[in-house]
């Protein structure tokens, strides 16, 4: 029996270099997409997945990222003075009832491996969930929902995958499979962000994670790898030995978020869902393209 999944971290302490001038106040994570900050699309993911800790590691410099999930009473105040109902319930930003919110810092960004490990004391030695805000993937289930109950079967650590035109897997963690189901694959080896001739498979991690606490354990060493960033790919194939990894193929269309044409994508994508904008959206879409 696999332990329940009930803490997710977002590590949100990057840069955002590719999207400046835009990311230089305000952090990539809260740009909208639609009609959210693309936090929030994640926050409102992870509690659909029954998550109840939502762990954030921030950078000094973004501090917006938590103020977005804090009370704020001057403004719940005016909003309850003029009777706006709906909009008190918008504040809420998509976080259940229960929630814990938790905040820790990255000081300076050493890469993916070690934001997560920066939150190695609130995890504590339980399994927990990884989202990447800039990855974005819509289905009427999510992703982490999705990967959740994969983990019910597998244990171990679980990434989310998905097959991507081989000649960019120079910016993907790419995997080497085992056996693969053509949903749940059994990986034996990873290689971070190979030139596609030194890829051993077109099969890439997108950024959503369930991982082991021993990872952790493995996180301390602060090993360095591609790009000098201390890597988690790099962490979750030491461990292969001890803690099974697997990958699942999930159902959705994933948005790279963290480039400008997944971005846009993604908010096209969205909007096209809101029954009143759908068609007035298609038609200046044409305009623009004719
Ligand atoms: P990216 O690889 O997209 O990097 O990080 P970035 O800094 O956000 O953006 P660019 O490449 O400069 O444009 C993926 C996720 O991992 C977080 C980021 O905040 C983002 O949510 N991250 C990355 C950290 O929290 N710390 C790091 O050291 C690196």
């Keep these: 029996m696999s332990q329940k999944i009930s803490k997710v971290v977002f590590p949100v302490a990057g840069m955002g270099t590719r999207f400046l001038p835009a990311t230089k106040a305000v952090p990539k994570e809260m740009l909208p997409v639609f009609s959210k900050p693309l936090i929030q699309w994640s926050v409102e993911e992870a509690t659909a997945a029954g998550i109840t800790e939502f762990i954030f590691v921030t950078s000094p410099e973004k501090p917006s990222i938590i103020s977005h999930f804090q009370s704020s009473p001057a403004y719940e105040a005016m909003l309850k003075e003029r009777n706006k109902t709906d909009e008190l ?53 999510g992703c982490l929902k999705q990967m959740v109950e994969t983990y019910e079967k597998t244990g171990g650590n679980l990434v989310a995958v998905e097959n991507v ?9 790419i995997l080497d ?5 053509g949903q749940i694959v059994k990986i034996r080896g990873m290689v971070e962000k190979p030139a596609p001739e030194d890829a051993p498979s077109d099969l890439a991690i997108i950024g959503r994670y369930i991982l082991d606490p021993m990872i952790m354990v493995t996180l301390d060493k602060g090993k360095k790898g591609a790009g000098g ?42 909007a096209a869902l809101d029954p009143e904008l759908v068609d007035g959206l298609q038609e200046q879409i044409r305009t623009i393209f004719k």
């Excluded at 099974?244 to 846009?264: I, Q």
């Design 89 to 141: 319930e918008l504040l809420k930003a998509g976080l259940p009832d229960n929630a814990k919110i938790t905040e820790v810092s990255q000081d300076k960004p050493l890469g993916l491996g070690h934001a997560i490990w920066c939150a190695k004391e609130v995890v504590g030695n339980e399994p927990f969930a990884v989202i990447l805000p800039d990855d974005m993937v819509l289905h009427t289930t």
């Design 165 to 173: 035109p081989a000649d960019q897997t120079f910016r993907y963690g």
């Design 177 to 181: 499979p085992e056996t693969d189901d």
């Design 229 to 270: 960033e201390i890597q988690i790919t790099d962490a979750m194939a030491d461990l292969i030995g001890t803690c099974p990894l697997h990958g699942l193929r999930f159902k959705g269309t994933r948005y790279d978020c963290g480039n400008k044409a997944g971005f846009l994508a993604a908010n096209i994508a969205y």
